[in-house]
Nanobody, 118 residues
């Protein structure tokens, strides 16, 4: 699976941004999809995930209620709608995929920068 993320940018606190990630291949519906992020000097952290059927989602506490993950199976795309952005959301955002039966995410996109100014 190859992943191509896009949609990052520079926004002000309180603004919204939508990230998208297109997955190659014909097995999109067998992969759990997720978004992670990494801020400068910090470890990569989990943001949100959607299971392979798109029926179950999970979020980090820090983004719950502000971010929404969704999948478009017709377009092999997973999106992250980010509302009420805060300066602490500034990071490089990565989309990731794993076969639904696996424990670890083992396919990663190239990352897209999100910068939120105060």
């Amino acid at each position: 699976v190859q992943l191509q993320a896009s949609g990052g940018g520079l926004v002000q606190a309180g603004d919204s941004l939508r990230l998208s990630c297109v997955a190659s291949g014909r097995t999109f519906s067998t992969y759990d999809m997720a978004w992670f992020r990494q801020a400068p000097g910090q470890e990569r952290e989990f943001v949100a995930a959607s299971n392979y059927r798109g029926r179950s989602t999970s979020y980090a506490n820090s983004v719950k209620g502000r971010f929404t993950i969704s999948r478009d199976f017709g377009k092999n795309t997973v999106s992250l709608q980010m509302n009420s952005l805060k300066p602490e959301d500034t990071a490089v955002y990565y989309c990731a995929a794993k076969f639904f039966a696996k424990d670890e995410y083992d396919f990663w996109g190239q990352g897209t920068q999100v910068t939120v100014s105060s």
